[in-house]
């Protein structure tokens, strides 16, 4: 079994930073000749430690200007009801996060919409008639004072942290 070590925390770093680096600067920012810095971005990827890679979009300049976080309480917490209003709540693209939460309510939901006018008739159309809803509690966002989906690796440093099946380099 082996671990992550120092060339796979700065790979994982680096491209948190930037999904676009070709693997000639990626190769060069993290000191690994290109051959070797490919093979572990492929098994860091085959492993699941790197799940995907996407553009970060500015919801303000495409339009979303309100940001609502839903409490979501479920009338009934049996495993079949909630998995009919995960399944539900996957399919809505407005919904962009969704937690399990503990103390009150079921879930924390994280939408998206154009205006405050839209969030209502999204709340009183749409998050209402998931099956199995029984309240909806909802705060807004007056502003953002950090959004980032790069995860901190501080922690994982002389860590053992899973095994990636690769050879070394």
């Known amino acids: 079994m082996e671990t992550l ?4 925390l700065a790979i994982l770093n680096e491209l948190q930073a930037d999904g676009r680096l070709t693997n000639a600067e990626l190769a060069n920012r993290v000191g690994l000749s290109a051959a070797p810095c490919w093979r572990r971005v492929r098994a860091l990827e085959e492993a699941g430690f790197i799940t995907g890679y996407r553009a970060e979009l500015n919801r303000n300049k495409i339009g979303l200007g309100v940001l609502a976080f839903v409490r979501l309480d479920a009338e009934r917490n049996s495993g079949d009801a909630l998995g009919q209003m ?26 998206v919409c154009p205006d405050l006018a839209e969030f209502s008739r999204f709340a009183r ?8 809803v029984k309240d909806l509690h909802t705060s807004f966002s007056l502003g953002e004072v950090k959004a980032s989906s790069a995860l901190p690796l501080g922690h994982l440093v002389n860590q053992s942290v899973g095994s990636v099946n690769r050879s070394k380099t």
């Open 86 to 111: 995960e399944k539900a709540i996957r399919q809505i693209p407005e919904i962009v996060s969704c937690h399990y939460i503990s103390g009150s309510g079921t879930f924390e939901l994280q939408v």
């Open 125 to 132: 159309e749409v998050l209402i008639h998931l099956p199995n």
């Open 5 to 8: 070590d120092k060339f796979d």
